[in-house]
């Protein structure tokens, strides 16, 4: 009895050893996430930010021209961590609940997280960063946490439940299950608090504490470079002067670097799409706004730097998938740029900062707005505008919200030394955030679930992008969009597009390969196309909840 009881127990640990074995070959998985850049701002992309770290792993893995986000910072964020379109997460639009399927503005129980799939292989999950997946109520003390982070998977969350705010006192602060503050948190007190730093702080911790014998899923989902343009001065002094010339001469000379690294065919005609330099007025807050902008993706180029150093002390750099990407283009917004009164109110340290614009900061001086107060500090408040927004998002048209190309386009950058052959290449095949999870389901042949706690789990709508991390090559589909009443649809070389909720309802159509700027509307002289994919698109709508929904909510029609 007593042999076979060793034999058992041998045999017990050695199918432990090899499950520990095959537990340290799977790949790490990193996904790092910023916040309303625009395609050209990155070095690596043509920009004159800089971005060294995120450049390094450019040359050392791939660069995606033609990888799609949502067009505004919650479905984008809804639909990669699920796999699915954002409405059919129920996050369609924003965190508000319209009453129907589509536009609940929760996560549903329909669908799974990447954290809730991997945590089934063995993975631990870490998240640091924005959420911004589940309704947020300021000053509501207690709020439901059925779709806090650590409800959907992760085993650790540090950063905001809600979408932006100041980046020195930021809202909805959260540890874990519970609101902190920069001023009443035990476990992270640096000298001065900066969110952009925290994040990274928090991403490196994570590292330094994982169990080395266990695959680890991380997502950083940094708020640079959202408004309000929060840097601080060590930064922003790198980029004294370098906007002197104004909105025209950066774009151009983006141009020409787009151009030189071939991502910008030479008979693309570019929009004019900026005001003349010579009649703003004040120029020297104009530049202040984009050398503050600039500021904040330096600053966080330099956390992801310092991510990929601890990897790499860790020997994990090798067997980690990182993947870069952002949630929207270049936001036009104009929050803070027309002058505020000041507000009276009064903080102490120990309180709770619950408020997206707090009426004063941490020292009880007032946020101010407008261009008498230069962006940066603490005391200001103020987005940096539609017209850098258009050069972030050079050489395509509109931005943040629509679904042009300047409001979907992102770079992904993908590394992984161990899985990834090709080095400093370039991949142009149209994919789209659906095809995140599908990716890693498929490198770590972890399973999808059909049910998930009860509740029958919607399909993956997207694909792996291992055959295109191979030889740039999918099989054929055909992509979807809807934002606001924004809508569009990718098919092979043609696309469809309708900015909705801008004007009246009027469907453009543009031939991708010669017209990625779309500048020249096809519509009228390719009828029969035009109709082909409207029909797609009420297709898709239909089935993905994007209809039915409320008139008069800024949302398409249901017809």
């Known amino acids: 009895m007593n042999r076979l009881l060793s034999i058992l127990l041998l045999l017990f640990c050695a199918s432990c050893t090899s499950l520990q074995k095959s537990a340290k070959q799977k790949p790490n998985i990193i996904v790092i996430l910023s916040d309303d850049i625009g395609f050209s701002d990155l070095g690596c992309y043509g920009g004159e930010i800089n971005t060294p770290n995120l450049d390094a792993l450019a040359k050392s893995g791939l660069r995606f021209t033609q990888f799609y986000n949502t067009g505004r910072c919650m479905p984008t964020r809804a639909s990669l961590l699920t796999g699915v379109y954002q409405h059919q997460t129920g996050i369609g639009c924003v965190m508000q609940d319209f009453g129907t399927r589509g536009y609940k503005g929760d996560l549903v129980n329909e669908v799974v997280t990447i954290a809730e799939v991997l945590k089934g292989s063995g993975y631990k999950n870490y998240l640091s960063g924005k959420w911004h997946l589940t309704p947020y109520k300021p000053g509501l003390k207690n709020p439901p ?20 705010g100041s980046f020195y006192d930021p809202n909805s602060l959260a540890r874990g299950n519970e609101y902190v503050s920069p001023h009443n948190d035990p476990e992270y007190k640096p000298d001065k608090y900066y969110y952009t730093h925290a994040i990274t702080d928090h991403a490196v911790k994570y590292l330094k504490e994982h169990p080395k014998d266990q695959p680890f899923f991380m997502y950083v989902a940094y708020t640079a470079a959202h408004w309000p343009m929060h840097a601080l001065e060590n930064d922003i002094k790198k980029y004294k002067g370098h906007y002197s010339g104004g909105y025209d001469q950066i774009r151009k000379e983006r141009i020409k670097r787009m151009k030189k690294l071939g991502i910008l065919p030479a008979n693309w005609e570019i929009p004019k799409n900026t005001r003349p330099w010579e009649k703003v007025e004040n120029k020297a807050w104009e530049e202040r706004c984009m050398e503050v902008y600039a500021a904040m993706i330096d ?3 330099q956390g992801i730097g310092q991510i990929t150093e601890q990897l790499r002390k860790q020997g994990q750099l090798e067997n980690t998938l ?12 104009p ?10 109110s009064t903080i102490s340290k120990s309180d709770f900062q619950t408020e997206m614009v707090p009426p ?9 707005m407008g261009q008498d107060v230069m962006p940066g500090g603490p005391e200001s408040y103020i987005a940096y505008g539609q017209d850098w927004a258009s050069v972030s998002n050079t050489p395509f048209r509109l931005w943040k919200q629509f679904v042009h190309e300047g409001g979907i386009s992102t770079p992904l950058i993908a590394h992984w030394p161990k899985g990834i052959k090709a080095r400093n290449e370039w991949r142009k095949t149209p994919t789209h955030l659906i095809d995140i999870m599908a990716t890693i389901v498929d490198i770590t042949q972890a399973k999808y679930p059909d049910n998930f706690k009860g509740n029958k789990i919607i399909p993956l709508e997207g694909k792996s992008l291992v055959s295109v991390f ?16 924004n809508r569009a649809v990718r098919s092979g070389k043609w ?4 900015a909705g909720a801008r004007k009246e309802i009027k469907w453009e159509l543009y031939d991708i390969e010669k017209d990625r700027t779309e500048m020249k509307d096809l519509s009228k002289l390719m009828p029969e196309k035009k109709q082909e994919l409207i029909d797609l698109w ?19 029609i249901n017809r």
């Open 495 to 498: 696309k469809l597009t309708n």
């Open 538 to 556: 009420y297709k898709w709508a239909r089935r993905t909840y994007v209809l039915p929904v409320v008139k008069g909510k800024n949302r398409p």
């Open 145 to 164: 946490k059925h779709n806090w982070p650590l409800q959907r998977g992760f085993d650790r969350f540090y950063g905001t439940i809600h979408g932006a």
């Open 335 to 344: 929050r803070g740029r027309k002058p505020r009164d000041p507000m009276k």
């Open 470 to 485: 191979g030889d740039d090559s999918m099989e054929k589909r055909n992509l979807y969009f809807e934002h606001g009443g």
């Open 299 to 301: 600053s966080m180029d």
């Open 322 to 333: 990182i993947l870069y990407l952002q949630d929207n283009g270049g936001c036009a917004e």
């Open 360 to 368: 004063v900061t941490r020292d009880n001086k007032p946020i101010l």
